[in-house]
């Protein structure tokens, strides 16, 4: 692609060079001339505001830790003179903001990397990063600011430091810094949340939450030497958990008007840098692809990954949503009740669902509280809110929030992540899909037993493990359906109550090449059935009582191209009948 050059004056839009994908440190973006977009202007509008303690949540790859590094380089006393860095940006059109620059000690850690798998090596690893810092200002050993007991405190400061010292290291540090330099300190603490998500998705959150509630107290609460705070993660932690000690936070969450056009893009920002790199003729198909995301009034805010990975390639791909595991959503949707299902399969067909949000993300309730998980896929960027209903007026003690996919990358990666649930059982999954296409019973019951048998396990993974029931398994098996045989045929779903039952119905786009199909799913039950081939007969019968072929026949749909199966489920074994 070729070089972008500065095309336009548009308030914060700086075009400059070529795109450079993953710099986070602002010196090397700006020494090295890449392209970047001026958001110096939330240096001034955080200063001029005046709050103690921020907290700003985004999702991933939202310019979060890029602006920690811009916050830092504007102030602290490591880049004192180096105003060249913020030449020609917003922020160096005041003479009492250029007065600033380089003038106040400053603490900077991020947790960003901090993701492993039990609480031994989380802890050890934060242990790592503060004595990191402390080494950082180890010339304040050699000067008169600290005492001979002082001093020996510093000493501690090594991996195997004792949880009191770590608790204080936050605090001791900045009245340490703050003596030597006669300035209070300015604290930035990046990707704050992520080992609290890695201790939810492996189990140590109560550790966690004892270790970090009594760092963040002594850091950010009882702190006289500590002058402002920010810290950003993608949650807001629910403040029962890590803050419940912190009265002087200011919450700002994708809701909130503060900051909207300070992290991520504008469309005016995105379609002023497509024009720049020649690709103005791609502005509908970007917005389609990218937009979405809302931040209090802002609409139509992109991500910057995605933005910056198609500037420089030029091609569609799920670039944002591509960028990590994404363990802890697959795990919530996976290992979800029924109505979670049920629910995501309303969001995969495009349609929008009604749910209360709640922003304060209590992570020991993801397993319980369906809202909860939704309200985390809202805080990750991966729903974004349509409307909002206030059902206060009628007496409703829950407002309601519409929501549905962001955007276009969004869906794909859903699709992508329910394809891939299906993995391990490899070539029996697409063998029982074309078995069912084309109606070959034997290998459609060969394949679906082979694909219980290797992922039933993998869907039954909630709190209390089912030995017999299979609820977990069909309902994402149909979310497989819904989305390997999408284009094909539009699948819709009975959900009339009855338990351990699920109705299909696959309605073909070329009546005259496919077969409708309906299928019935149902579990054996000892005491109603002798036999899975009654289950069967029961599941059949209630296709015909229920006469779910009424609405096939009136499209015009013969009777004949209409095939009806019976799925009879006990724990892993399936039997398939007509």
């Not at 939202?62 to 830092?72: P, Q, R, Y």
């Not at 549905?404 to 329910?418: L, P, Q």
Request: glycine share 6%; net charge negative.
């Amino acid at each position: 692609m070729e070089n972008l050059k500065a095309t336009t004056n548009i308030n914060t839009v700086n075009l400059t060079n070529t795109v450079g994908i993953g710099i986070q440190d602002f010196s090397e973006l700006r020494e090295n001339h890449k392209f970047y977009i001026d958001k110096t202007s939330f240096i001034k509008e955080w200063w001029e505001n005046g709050d103690s303690v921020t907290l700003i949540t985004r999702p991933r790859r939202f310019g979060k830790t890029l602006n920690m590094s811009m916050v830092e380089e504007f102030f602290s006393v490591d880049y004192a003179g180096r105003g060249d860095l913020f030449e020609g940006l917003s922020i160096w059109e005041e003479e009492k903001f250029r007065k600033l620059q380089g003038t106040y000690p400053v603490i900077s850690l991020s947790f960003a990397r901090v993701k492993d798998t039990d609480y031994e090596s989380t802890a050890y690893h934060i242990r790592e990063l503060l004595m990191k810092e402390y080494e950082k200002y180890c010339f304040l050993m050699d000067s008169d600011v600290l005492s001979d007991v002082e001093k020996a405190y510093y000493q501690r400061m090594r991996e195997d430091m004792k949880t009191l010292d770590v608790s204080m290291s936050l605090h001791n540090l900045s009245d340490f810094i703050s003596r030597y330099y006669g300035k209070k300190v300015i604290i930035l603490l990046d990707e704050y949340d992520t080992p609290m998500q890695e201790a939810y998705v492996h189990g140590f959150w109560d550790e966690m939450v004892a270790f970090i509630r009594s760092l963040f107290n002594s850091t950010f609460k009882t702190n006289p030497y500590m002058g402002w705070a920010i810290m950003t993660g993608i949650t807001r932690v629910s403040k029962e958990s890590v803050f419940s000690d912190l009265n002087n936070l200011k919450v700002v969450t994708t809701t909130s008007d503060e900051y909207a056009t300070s992290f991520g893009f504008t469309e005016e920002e995105v379609f002023a840098a497509l024009d720049a790199g020649g690709l103005g003729e791609e502005k509908q198909k970007v917005k389609e692809w990218y937009d979405g995301f809302v931040f209090g009034e802002h609409r139509d805010i992109y991500n910057p990954w995605s933005i910056l990975n198609f500037l420089d390639t030029g091609k569609y791909q799920t670039y944002w949503a591509n960028t990590s595991s994404n363990s802890l959503v697959g795990k919530l949707i996976r290992r979800g009740d029924r109505q979670v299902k049920l629910t995501f399969e309303q969001l995969l067909q495009g349609k929008t669902i009604k749910c209360p949000i709640d922003e304060q993300i209590v992570y020991n309730q993801l397993d319980e509280n369906e809202a909860a998980i939704w309200s985390l896929l809202v805080a990750s960027g991966y729903l974004k809110v349509i409307s909002y209903e206030d059902l206060l007026l009628v007496g409703d003690a829950e407002p309601l929030y519409e929501l549905t996919f962001t955007n276009y990358e969004v869906r794909r990666m859903f699709y992508s992540m329910v394809r891939g649930w299906f993995a391990r059982a490899g070539a029996d999954y697409n063998d029982f899909v074309k078995a069912l296409l084309i109606g070959d019973l034997d290998s459609m019951n060969e394949y679906m037993n082979e694909v219980a048998l290797k992922i039933f396990s993998y869907f039954d993974t909630g709190s209390n493990p089912s030995k017999v029931q299979p609820e977990r398994f069909y309902h994402g098996f149909v979310l497989g359906l819904l989305v390997d045989l999408k284009g094909r045929y539009h699948m819709t779903s009975n959900r009339e109550s009855g338990f351990g039952r699920y109705d299909i119905m696959l309605e073909p786009v070329k009546p005259e090449q496919d077969d409708a199909i309906i299928i019935e799913f149902k579990v054996f039950h000892p005491k109603k059935e002798q036999s899975m081939e009654e289950t069967i007969a029961a599941a059949l019968n209630q296709i015909e009582k229920k006469q779910y072929e009424a609405d096939l026949i009136a499209k015009g749909i013969p009777k004949d191209k209409i095939r009806k199966y019976g799925f009879a489920f006990e724990g892993k074994n399936v039997l398939i009948g007509v």
